[in-house]
Structures are given as C-alpha cells and as structure tokens.
C-alpha cells in the first residue's frame, strides 16, 4: 500500500507541475472574467463584458503589450458562490492571474482564497467597499469610487449647488446590505453639513415600490438618492415623478443606464442625475479604435448597437486599467507575469485616465480605490450629459469607514 | 457473473438483514471507501477542493432532508433555511468561544429547535400546503439574517469562519476539510442507512404512506411527524455549520438563499427519494451538471464549434440542466437511484436477461 | 388618512394585478390538481413574447393578440407534452417538474431574446390620478380595472358550457369521463387559460418594472395569493389578491420607518403561514376530506 500511495502521490506532484509549467511559458496573460449571465445581475454583465472583451481584443489587435496578448476566459457563475468556486479553481489552473466576478456573493465568498493564492482580484462597483484599503487586502482592488465615494460624491454636488444646510434628503434604497450601504456614511455627513436624512427601504427585487413611495413624498424632500439596480431602479424613477417629485432631484447611484431610460420612457426621464463612474458614448479615442479596429472588422463579442452604452465603457474601463497595470508590471517587474507582479503594476498606476474615458485614477498600495473619483452626469432626454467635472469628496470620511470595516476583516471577520 | 448469489443463504436474522448481503456489493464499497480515502492523493486540488468536497457536503445535506422527505414524507421548501441557521449558529458559537465539536452540537440544537417550529405546520397540513409554509419560513428566515447585522456580520453581511480544530487536529488545509466532511459524509449515511431499519424509521415509513393509517395501528403522527423534523434539522444544521466550515468559509445569506432549498428538493427528488445512494447521485448531478455544462459549452464556443451570442452561451447550461430534470421526472420519476437498481438488477442475472425467481 | 387611503387604493390594486398572475394558478389547480409552480415564468415569458413582437415594430395593440395566441397555445403544449405523462405521481413530482419547467423557461426565454431588461411601453401615461391628497398608479389602476374584468370573465366562463364541463372536471375526474366528459381536453383548456392570464399579468407587470428575468418572481405574492383565497376559488383569487395587496401596503407603510427594513416580505410570508395553519383551504377554498 506504502508503493502504491507513495507512486501516485509523486505522479500527482509531477502531473501539477508539468501542467504548472505548460502555463507559465507561452506570452498569454489569461483574465478570469467569471461573472453572472444568468441571475442578479443580468442587467449589466452582458454589455460590461461584452466591453472588456472587445477591449481585450482591441490591444490584442493592436499587437498586445510587449509581445504578450491577452485572453479573456469567461464562464458564468449564476450569481451561486459555489459555482464561483470551482470556476475561479478552474481559471487558476488554466493560468489565470487576474479575476473579475461581478457578484457580490461571489467576490465576498472568495476575497480570503484570492488573498491566500495571491493572484489579483478587481471588484469595479461590486463586492466589498473596505478591499479599497491594501493593506489588509493586498490582491483586491476596488479599482472605482465605492458606493461610499458614490454617496459623498452626490453630496458634494448638492452641496455646490444650492447647498446643504437645512436640506431634506430622503435615501431610497433596496432592503439589502448593498442598499444600505451608503447610509452611514451619509450619516455622518448630515452631521457635518447640518441636512435632514431619512432612509426608506423597499423589498426585493423592487417591482413594487408603491407604498415606500407614498411615504417619500410627504416627507417632502429636496433630494431623493435612489439606491438599488436593475429593474428596481427604473421602477424608483417612475414612482418618483410620479408622485411629483421632481427629475432633477432624483439622484441615482451608478446603475442607472440607457436600458433604464428606455424602460422609464426617454423624455420623462429628463432631468435626472446619477453617479458617473466612466464616460458615456463612443466619442472617445479608445472607443473609436474599437469600433475601426474590433466592430468594424467583425471581431466583437456582441451586439454592435451596445458599444458606447454605460456599462459597455466601464468594463472597457476596467480592462483598461487592467491592461495597464499588466504593462506597468512587465516594464518593471519583468515577465513572466503571476499575481504578486500584477499588483505590483496595478500599484503603480498613476494618473491613468485611459485617454479620457474615466477620471485619473491613482492606485498606491494603501489605497486600492483609486482615489474615489467620479461625477455627476444628467438625462437629456436622448445621453447622460456630464454636469461636472471628476471630483472626489469627502474621501476622509470614506476613508473612515473603509478603515473600519478593513479592521474588522483584519479582526477575523 | 459481476455479483456472485451462489452461496449466499442466510441461516441467521442477522446476516439477512445485513446492509449489503452481497459480496459484490461490499467490495464495491470497500473499493469506494479506498478511493475516497486516497482521493487526495491522486485527484488534484481543483477537483478535490470544488467537485469532491462539495458534492460530499450537499450529499449529506440531501440525505438529511431525504429523511425528512423520502421516509417521514414531509415536504420541505426552506430547508436552507434549516442550514443557514446551522451555519450561522455555528460560527457564532465558535467566536464567543466554545469549542468547535460543541458548537457543531450547538447548531444542531438551534437548527432542530427552529426547524421543528417549521414543522408544526406539517401536523396541520400536508402536500402543497406544507411546501408553501416550509417557502414562507425560508423567507422569514432569510429576512431575520439579512436585517440583523448581529447575525449576518455587519455592513458586508458576511462572517468568515474562525480558524478550528476537530479533537485536536486542526481543520484549515484542503486535505484536512476533506477528510472532515468525508467523515461527516459518511456519518450521515451510516445513520441513514440504519434508521430505515429502526422502528423509528419504520413508523416514518409509516406516515408516510398514510398518517391516519399509522395512527390506527398505533404511530402517533404528532410525535413522529416532529421527531422527523427534529432530526431531519438536527442533522441539517450540523451539515450547514460543515458546509460553513470545511467549504465556504466566509458565509454570506446568498449561500442560503430560496434558490439553495429547491437545489436541496432537487437533489433529493432526482436522486430518488428515500434512497441513500440517490442522495450522493442526486447532490452530484443538480451541483456537478450545470458546472459541467457551463464549462463543456464554453469549451464548445471556444474551439469554435458553435457560434452564438455570450448570452445564449450562458443560458444554454439552464436550458439543458432543467429539460434533464424533467426528462428524469417523466422517464424515471424514481430518480437516479432507481435506473442504479436497474442496471444493478441487470448485473445480478447477466449474461442471462431474467433471474428464476 | 389620506396618507392611510392612498397606500389601501395602491395596495388593492396591486393586490388586483398579482391576482392577475395567480389566477392562472389557480385554474390550472382547480381543473387538474397541478401546482404550477411556473406560472410565474409562464408570465415572465409572456411578457417577453409581446416584447418580442413589439420589437418586429408591430404595435403593443397587435402584438397582445399575438401573444395571448402564442401563450394559449404554449399552455396547450405544456400540458400535451408534459403534464399529461404525470397524471397519477405524487404532488411532490409535478412540483419539481413545474420547477423544472421555470429552469428551462429562465434558460431558453432570456437566452433566446436577451438577459437585459427590455422596456414594454403600452401608453399609460405616468401621471397619477390624484383625488385630494391621493395619488393614485394610473398603471396600477387600468391593472386592477383589467384584472377585475379577467377574473370576472373567468367566473362568467365557469357559468358557459366549457366551463360547466371544467367545474365537472375539477370535482372529480373519474365521474367526468364516466359521463363523456373529456377530462384531457378540459386540462389542456385550463393551462391555454393559463397562458392568457400570463400575457395579461406579464404586459402590465413587464410595462411596470421592464422586461426580464425577475418577472418570474412575481411566483411568491401570487402564491399567497392563492393560499389566502384558496387554491381552487376563482372569488378567493379576487379577494385573496386584494387582501394580499393592501395588507403588504399599508403595514410596510407604517413599520418600515421603525423596523428599519422593509417588510413586505414578512408580511406576505405571515399572510401564508397564518393562513395555512388557522384555515388552510384559504378563505374560499374547497376543504379536502380524507378518506383512508
């Protein structure tokens, strides 16, 4: 028995490395982009990957970086942890250094393995806002304003127009932890800036609002934060206008997009603000030489009409700063690329703002955010118009709370 | 010729009621406790840590409910409600320091305590009315743990496992997990196995087939109508705390979610009811097949043997999956453990086609 | 008050547009005894059907015609193909196999027609009715309005000879065919009823919050739906949908503020479980008598 286990363990050992080894020698840096087609999440993933793909494609196109091209491995996950599992094992194996999950259960569930292999987690505007602080977690980075920066970032904006003292703003939010995820910190805001806030929950998935919303509008408010996404969204903007609130005053956090605007009706929509985290639209250099060099020669990974569209540039975004970091490692750390190089490269980036696409972001190894950057943008009845420049707000205050949840994390939880 | 009969007589109770009287039977199990035992030693960690380890959890977390709901005949639509509350007692337990094999214990208490309370529904109604108050008290369930920080863990709503060890030897590396749920895998089937032959097990059996029938002959329904759900979620909760501790490690409510619970009935129903090796094979098929899929149709698409949209790709694996359980429903609607038997009935006379008697 | 007033209007008339989606639950039980745990994908899918021949660029007036013929016939189908193999299993099967059918129908209709949610504009304008300080859903209310006039046209329907023949059917199988009834075809009916209930629950529901996946959910306020009224009443679907409605309105509306989440969900949970453990045949259901 001894021969036996002792043979097969030591084939077992040379098979791992033998496959090991297949991986590390070709010029591909593999991304696991292992997300959620088919449940929560639906209303984003299609068009988000659809970007980061095309945008793979586009610096595959282009000739890759420093002769090494990338390759996207895209898997769905359903939004089930355990699928993310075994698809984040599978990825790992096949090579993959960098992993996208855009689901919250799914990047929660796997933030302590992430960390443990050493290999690069990005969570744009999902999973945990406290991974933006690096030290506690090396291989995660947020990348974009958490919904924390989201919701200081609105404030600042009312603030410098019109102020805040004195104002009634009401937080209508999906009854979940990511719905009530802004909450304290604007708490803590009303304290310093002397405004009114009441939070009113409404129940999963958001169909049926009605009720909530009867109770918003005799609270009477200056300003109303919608927080939830999906279908739940556009549900929140008609139930608003409709009991007389007005458009301007409704303030969305980034999941608000073309499809919602449709779903509302286009024109009724006019008026309303959300958080921007990337640009919109396809008048932007890279999105110009996707459309020449991915759409136009037939290489897109989908429906051509979604290129430009909100989550369509920010999964180029994501990709962007991704590749980037992928160059900053290979100038400086060297190839071949593994986790620990890649994070090294993603900490280097400095004042990346992929050629006006996204606000420039500046990632160190405390800060995994980038800065918090992002701005306000507005329904003009046909695009989301910009109405401020990037900014970023009261990031002492985020900074607070990223603090605290990293010590908690740090703290075994 | 694969499963030798001559020479098997019984000349003594005990050997007839033995669990597997055939020797075939027993070498196949033998042949599997080596394999599992060895597994780690030749199936590499992707296979070990996301195939294996899970499959052997929900196996024993099928097999729990297979009790509740192939002997006993109790439905129940919020079973991971039952391993939620396990789950999370567990974790709780552990942090406010007791020691993990009394937390395990602990859980399974809160588990039966709360789950039994689910059951008391079950004395008044039956059929589709028990499935809509075992749904119902999974949403409850779910809204306590998703509104109360206390339970959930905090803002991010998710609470990682403290480090453990089981009687001395710690439980963190895969290996370690492994042969810990491994153990508890084949704990749950042991009793399973055994409580069918009990008379505990047979006046499940018993209600079952008819609770006014039982009660004629002397089962009081009342008491094993509870007793089944107490320990259906005894034996749940400790698996949600195995689930917590040995797979997830950081729990978050999606991994309780409604979704989880019908994956459970699932299990249980296209793995056979009441059928401890359809427990395994149940578990195997509703956690292993849409992986499988997700993964074949993607390599599919990869090598460039079909093309269509990323979206159609993604939701392909749900269109197969679900036409298979209904295949499985109306071509063998004793589920998986039965088309077992089949082909084990089939061996037993081959080469011949029937058997004398 | 009129704060109390306008969350009992809005709640009885969403309550009137789940019953939309639970009364073809209902009809289905009552003529077969099926649980049909897809009706709630069932409406998903109607939804995405009239979506779908919108977007050809017909008008939403000829693409629900259009729908309720594909749904009538999609429910013939379903019970041909499907329910009619598992006459006779336990309830448990035909409960997993109408689960079955909602994977299949989430896997298929999404993947076929696209997972992003598709808008369904069928020109109700979003200007509330307001009387006095009440703002009333100009959606919810021409919903509640064509949710009464669908039930009332089912409770007529029963009174027709088709129906008669359903009422038969559902009272007892055996005795229908004794009779000559045909008890397949009246079946068949009740699922092609079914489906029309759907196109109507998936238009307004999917001109309400979009068209996508999550319509499907729409299955749990429809089921307590029909445990409050009962399973097998076509008055307990009317008066359970309005229960339901204002029930999940005006509680929410005056806990939410303290509980500190919304309980709706409670709410409607509460609803099934007390009704099932204090009256389970719901308010208007038929009471099972058991025979050993």
Same mark, same amino acid.
């Given at each position: 028995m001894k021969w036996f286990t002792r043979t097969a363990g030591m084939a077992a050992i040379a098979a791992a490395m033998t496959a090991g080894g297949a991986v590390a020698q070709d010029n591909t840096i593999r991304f696991g982009l292992l997300q959620d087609f088919t449940a929560v999440y639906t209303f984003v993933t299609g068009e988000y990957n659809q970007g980061q793909r095309d945008y793979l494609t586009l610096v595959n196109q282009e000739g890759g970086i420093d002769g090494h091209t990338f390759n996207a491995i895209v898997r769905d996950t359903g939004n089930q942890p355990q699928r993310g599992i075994e698809a984040?094992?599978?990825?790992?194996?096949?090579?993959?250094?960098?992993?996208?999950?855009?689901?919250?259960?799914?990047?929660?569930?796997?933030?302590?393995?992430?960390?443990?292999?050493?290999?690069?987690?990005?969570?744009?505007?999902?999973?945990?806002?406290?991974?933006?602080?690096?030290?506690?977690?090396?291989?995660v980075f947020p990348m974009m304003a958490t919904y924390w920066s989201q919701a200081t970032i609105l404030a600042q904006y009312l603030k410098d127009n019109g102020g805040l003292d004195g104002k009634k703003i009401a937080v209508v939010h999906i009854d979940s932890p990511f719905g009530r995820e802004p909450i304290p910190v604007l708490e803590a805001l009303a304290e310093d800036e002397g405004f009114e806030l009441r939070a009113f929950p409404y129940a999963s998935p958001g169909n049926e609002q009605s009720a909530t919303w009867s109770e918003v509008r005799r609270y009477r408010p200056d300003a109303v934060f919608i927080w939830g996404a999906g279908g739940g969204q556009s549900v929140s903007v008609r139930e608003g206008i409709r009991n007389g609130i007005p458009a301007e005053n409704i303030y969305s956090v980034v999941w608000l997009a073309e499809t919602d605007a449709a779903n509302v009706g286009a024109d009724v929509m006019t008026g309303v603000h959300r958080y921007e985290a990337v640009a919109t639209g396809t008048d932007l250099p890279i999105l110009q030489r996707i459309q020449e060099q991915v759409i136009d020669a037939g290489l897109g990974a989908g429906d051509a009409a979604a290129v430009g569209s909100t989550y369509y540039n920010i999964g180029v975004a994501t990709m962007a700063v991704a590749v980037e970091a992928a160059r900053l490692a290979l100038e400086h750390e060297g190839a071949p690329l593994d986790g620990a190089k890649l994070k090294a490269g993603f900490e280097r980036i400095e004042n990346f703002d992929a050629e006006g696409l996204m606000p420039p972001i500046t990632i160190t190894a405390e800060d995994h955010q980038g800065g918090g950057f992002g701005r306000v943008s507005q329904w003009n009845g046909t695009a989301w118009e910009p109405v401020s420049d990037w900014f970023a707000a009261y990031q002492d205050v985020v900074r607070e709370e990223i603090e605290q949840g990293a010590a908690e994390y740090a703290g075994g939880n | 010729m694969f499963y030798r009969l001559s020479g098997i007589h019984h000349t003594r109770y005990e050997s007839a009621r033995a669990l597997w009287p055939v020797p075939a039977d027993r070498w196949q199990?033998?042949?599997?406790?080596?394999?599992?035992?060895?597994?780690?030693?030749?199936?590499?960690?992707?296979?070990?840590?996301? #195939?294996?380890?899970?499959?052997?959890?929900?196996?024993?977390?099928?097999?729990?409910l297979s009790l509740l709901m192939g002997l006993a %005949?109790?439905?129940?639509?919020?079973?991971?409600?039952v391993m939620a509350i396990g789950a999370y007692s567990s974790i709780h337990l552990v942090r406010a320091g007791v020691p993990f094999e009394l937390a395990l214990l602990g859980a399974g208490v809160v588990s039966a305590l709360i789950g039994t309370v689910f059951g008391a529904a079950a004395l008044r109604v039956k059929g589709l009315y028990l499935v809509m108050a075992t749904l119902a008290m999974q949403y409850l369930v779910d809204w306590v743990i998703i509104n109360v920080p206390a339970i959930s863990g905090g803002a991010q709503a998710t609470l990682r496992t403290p480090a453990v060890s089981f009687l001395g030897l710690p439980i963190s590396t895969l290996i370690e997990r492994y042969y810990f749920a491994l153990g508890w895998a084949v704990l749950i089937t042991l009793f399973f196995m055994n409580v069918k032959r009990t008379s505990f097990g047979r006046a499940l059996v018993a209600i079952r087939d008819k609770d006014f029938a039982a009660a004629v002959i002397g089962v009081d329904p009342f008491r094993y109508k509870l007793m089944a759900f107490l320990t259906s979620s005894f034996i749940g909760g400790v698996t949600g705390a195995v689930l917590a501790f040995c797979y997830y490690r950081a729990v978050t409510p999606e991994q309780f979610s409604f979704n989880v619970s019908i994956q459970l009935v699932a299990m249980v129903l296209v793995g056979g009811l009441g059928s401890a090796i359809g427990g395994y094979l149940g578990a195997g098929f509703v956690l292993l097949v849409p992986i499988f899929l997700t993964n074949f149709i993607a390599g599919l698409g990869e090598s460039g043997w079909?093309?269509?949209?990323?979206?159609?790709?993604?939701?392909?694996?749900?269109?197969? #999956? %679900?036409?298979?359980?209904? %295949?499985?429903?109306l071509l063998e609607p004793l589920g998986l453990a039965k088309i077992y038997d089949n082909i084990r009935k089939a061996l037993l006379v081959w080469p011949f086609r029937h058997s004398r008697s | 008050m009129a704060y109390f007033l306008e969350l009992l209007v809005n709640g009885a008339l969403t309550g009137l547009m789940y019953s939309l989606a639970a009364l073809g639950f209902v009809l289905i039980y009552k003529a077969s005894g099926v649980p049909n745990l897809a009706q709630g994908a069932m409406v998903m899918a109607a939804a995405y059907v009239v979506w779908f021949f919108t977007s050809l660029g017909l008008s939403v007036w000829l693409a629900i015609p259009l729908g309720v013929a594909t749904m009538f016939l999609f429910g013939l189908m379903t019970e041909r193909v499907l329910l009619r193999r598992m006459v006779g299993q336990p309830v448990i099967m035909v409960v997993m196999l109408t689960l079955g059918m909602e994977i299949v129908l989430r896997g298929l209709v999404p993947g076929f027609l696209g997972a992003a949610p598709k808008p369904l504009d069928i020109g109700i304008g979003l200007a509330p009715v307001i009387i006095g300080d009440v703002f009333i859903n100009r959606e919810y209310l021409v919903g509640g309005v064509l949710a009464l006039a669908l039930i009332g046209g089912s409770m007529l329907f029963f009174r027709t000879r088709t129906g008669t023949k359903m009422r038969a059917v559902s009272d007892d199988h055996v005795a229908s065919w004794a009779v000559g009834l045909s008890v397949e075809r009246v079946i068949g009916l009740s699922w092609g009823i079914a489906g029309i209930a759907a196109v109507g629950a998936g238009t307004l529901w999917g001109a309400v919050q979009g068209v996508d996946w999550t319509l499907s959910g729409l299955l749990f306020p429809a089921v307590a739906v029909v445990i409050l009224g009962g399973v097998d009443s076509i008055t307990g679907v009317l008066v359970g949908g309005l229960l339901v409605g204002i029930l999940g309105s005006v509680i929410p509306g005056y806990l939410d503020s303290y509980a500190g989440g919304s309980t709706r969900d409670v709410v409607t949970s509460l609803i099934i479980l007390v009704t099932i453990v204090f009256r389970p045949y719901g308010i208007f259901g038929r009471e099972d008598i058991e025979r050993i």
């Open positions: 984040y094992n599978r990825a790992r194996e096949e090579g993959a250094i960098l992993f996208d999950f855009l689901s919250t259960p799914v990047s929660r569930a796997l933030v302590d393995q992430v960390l443990q292999d050493e290999v690069v987690l990005i969570t744009p505007l999902h999973g945990r806002g406290d991974a933006s602080d690096g030290t506690t977690f090396p291989y | 199990v033998v042949a599997l406790a080596v394999l599992a035992l060895a597994a780690p030693l030749f199936v590499s960690n992707l296979y070990l840590g996301s #195939y294996i380890l899970p499959w052997l959890i929900w196996a024993a977390a099928a097999l729990s %005949g109790q439905l129940h639509f919020g079973f991971a409600a079909i093309y269509i949209s990323q979206n159609l790709m993604a939701h392909l694996p749900l269109i197969f #999956y %679900g036409a298979m359980i209904i %295949g499985f429903l | -």
